[in-house]
């Protein structure tokens, strides 16, 4: 099994929404991603988690409110948001944080903020 | 801060023909990766180049990697309309290689 599962695969929300994004992935994987990707730009790294830890925030607004409850899980509240914050949110999961090899992405969640 | 650029942004192609897309980072790394994506899709893993002359190939698509000019190239063979993507480069850096930076993207038409 080499994949990463994200639902919903589409979320509309209000700016007075309270949502979550998840991520699944059972590969054994103990570094786990959020990136960002506003249409026809590249992906920008959000947060990563390693060993369930929070180890990287890129200066993200305290509106996404991330959360690994286990090396499997990645959540991605979300709370208050803009309409700016609408675009594809992709997870992605890779062995070890920092160790060569692959990345390996979910097909992303769309999110639309109205 | 790292910096990745490519080369072209927009590429437009006959079905046949050879080409090459050009990756540039500003900062040192040794672990270049290549994505495609098709429109509204995820990103699909191409490449994984972990080392200064690395090369790979799958099909008609071939990737290289020059650490010392900071240059990583992909070069596609004979293409075909199935080809038709955004093909992104992405550079690993930092202290242990933790940070993940995407180039700009460069979105290929093949046109038959």
């Known amino acids: 099994d080499t994949e990463v599962t994200q639902t919903p695969k589409h979320l509309v929300m209000g700016m007075t929404n309270k949502k979550s994004l998840k991520c699944e992935q059972h590969m054994g994987h103990r570094a786990m991603y959020w990136y960002k990707q506003k249409a026809k730009k590249p992906p920008e790294l959000m947060f990563v988690y390693s060993y369930e830890k929070l180890s990287i925030n890129e200066s993200v607004p305290s509106r996404f409110s991330p959360e690994c409850p286990n090396s499997s899980l990645l959540n991605l509240h979300l709370h208050a948001l803009q309409p700016e914050d609408s675009a594809l949110y992709l997870c992605a999961s890779s062995q070890r944080w920092g160790a060569p090899g692959e990345l390996f992405f979910g097909e992303g969640s769309r999110l639309t903020v109205l | 801060e790292l910096k990745v650029e490519q080369n072209p942004l927009f590429l437009s192609m006959q079905e046949g023909k050879n080409y090459t897309i050009y990756c540039n980072y500003s900062t040192t790394s040794d672990r270049l990766y290549w994505y495609r994506q098709d429109p509204g899709k995820s990103l699909e893993s191409l490449f994984v180049?972990?080392?200064n002359g690395a090369v790979k190939q799958e099909g008609r698509l071939m990737a290289s990697l020059d650490t010392k000019a900071r240059l990583s190239t992909l070069h596609i063979t004979a293409a075909v309309h199935d080809l038709s993507a955004t093909y992104f480069c992405a550079v690993a850096w930092g202290f242990g290689n933790e940070k993940l930076t995407f180039g700009t993207g460069t979105r290929l038409t093949i046109i038959p």
């Open positions: 180049l972990l080392s």
